[in-house]
């Protein structure tokens, strides 16, 4: 897992998104979006991930060196997860390369295609983005040219056909 954040502006002000990305499908499986950047928001988007995800072993949740992330009520959040914790080394921007990517792609595909009037308006765009486009619809390379809703989908059939 790989988490980050991201400040983007609406006609009302900012909003900022956090994102907890599956490294292994590329997939936005937690995300929490609000008028403050908080360790709550971080805290919220780390819990849709787990809830969502279920994860049991080994499981590691990287992230930047932001407060929200260094912050107690997040690292709580891990722990009760089960989740080992891994942060950035400061100036080192290979680290988040996966999630800055797909915030690159946030950006050029969303944010800068027009002005968003409402936070509300914004909100529902990057919701859209992530869920249908994101998640659904965007092949990627990396993944044998399928989106990581069906990479999870082959890679679950896989294992239940050699499970058999």
């Known amino acids: 897992m790989d988490s ?8 009302e002000g900012k909003v900022y998104c956090c ?3 599956d490294l292994f ?17 971080a805290v919220t988007a780390l819990r849709t991930a787990v809830a969502r995800r279920q994860p ?5 949740a990287h992230s930047d060196t932001g407060s929200q992330f260094r912050a107690r009520s997040f690292r709580a959040v891990l722990a009760a ?12 921007a290979g680290d988040n390369a996966a999630t ?9 595909n969303v944010l800068d295609r027009r002005r968003w009037a409402t936070r509300d308006q914004l909100h529902d765009a990057i919701v859209f ?3 249908r486009t994101d998640n659904r619809r965007r092949r990627q390379r990396a993944l044998g040219k399928l989106t990581p809703v ?11 056909a050699l499970a058999a």
């Open 4 to 11: 980050s954040d991201r400040r983007n502006a609406s006609g």
């Open 19 to 21: 994102a907890i990305k």
């Open 25 to 41: 499908s590329n997939r936005i499986v937690g995300y929490a979006i609000d008028e403050r950047m908080t360790a709550q928001l």
């Open 56 to 60: 049991t072993g080994v499981v590691v």
């Open 81 to 92: 997860a089960g989740l080992q914790g891994s942060m950035s080394r400061v100036a080192s």
């Open 100 to 108: 800055d990517s797909r915030n690159a792609l946030l950006q050029k």
């Open 129 to 131: 983005w992530i869920e």
């Open 150 to 160: 069906e990479f999870e989908l082959a890679f679950t059939a896989q294992n239940v």
